[in-house]
């Protein structure tokens, strides 16, 4: 078996309003599914700077994406965000939905158009979950710690027959909110996770070697990825 050589490249696209969007690529194989990322409020794509590696790992490619409302997060500046600043533009949590589906549409053309899979952490997890529910061209989504983060606008109501499978999860303190919201979902194979061995951290976050409950997080996220087969 030929041995991968995996590339990563900082690339740029544009958002719906002309803004330029900073990510990482990481491609081994233009084959494999892509799984993109984002990020949560006051971050940047180096949240997923230890995640990203492990789903290469399991044969995925990976866009870690910065989005206009952020700015830093293991020692990586928010690109897009210091770009929205800096141009005068709306830099509210929800403003940053526009980004999302760029990204997930230039994912989709890099793999011909075929489905993808959408990590979110905190506000963008309820985006992504929001961006599942109306896109045909996403397989799965993947949303750590969303929420009710958006004045006068409910995510419970946007996501309402969301079908397709995902992986929902959060710490123990968020576990009620985390159940309301997705009451109206009706996917067969959606999971929630909540840790059992502690209370667990907000977001990505709860996946970062430095969570003493992080390898709980990883075993049930991973038996979901495997459930999901080839996308």
Not at 176 to 192: A, F, Q, R, V, W
Not at 212 to 224: C, R
Request: a negative charge.
């Amino acid at each position: 078996m030929p041995v991968l050589t995996i590339g990563q490249e900082q690339i740029t696209f544009l958002s719906e309003d002309s803004l330029s969007i900073t990510a990482d690529l990481y491609e081994q194989d233009v084959d494999f599914p892509y799984v993109v990322f984002f990020h949560q409020a006051s971050s940047s794509r180096g949240e997923y700077k230890e995640i990203a590696p492990r789903f290469l790992k399991m044969g995925y490619n990976a866009l870690v994406v910065d989005l206009r409302s952020g700015k830093e997060s293991n020692y990586v500046q928010n690109q897009t965000a210091s770009k929205a600043k800096e141009l005068n533009l709306a830099r509210e949590m929800i403003d940053a939905q526009q980004d999302i589906r760029a990204a997930v549409h230039y994912a989709q053309k890099l793999r011909n158009n075929q489905p993808v899979i959408v990590f979110g952490s905190s506000y963008s997890a309820s985006l992504v979950l929001e961006e599942a529910a109306g896109d045909s061209l996403i397989s799965a989504v993947i949303a750590f710690s969303p929420g009710e983060y958006f004045r006068g606008y409910s995510v419970k109501d946007s996501i309402e027959g969301l079908s397709i499978p995902y992986f929902v999860s959060g710490s123990q303190p968020e576990k009620d909110y985390i159940y309301e919201l997705l009451l109206k979902t009706n996917s067969p194979t959606g999971i929630i996770f909540i840790p059992e061995t502690g209370a667990g951290k907000h977001g990505a976050s709860s996946l970062w070697s430095d969570n003493k409950n992080s390898s709980e997080y990883w075993l049930a996220l991973v038996m979901f990825i495997r459930s999901l087969g080839s996308n």
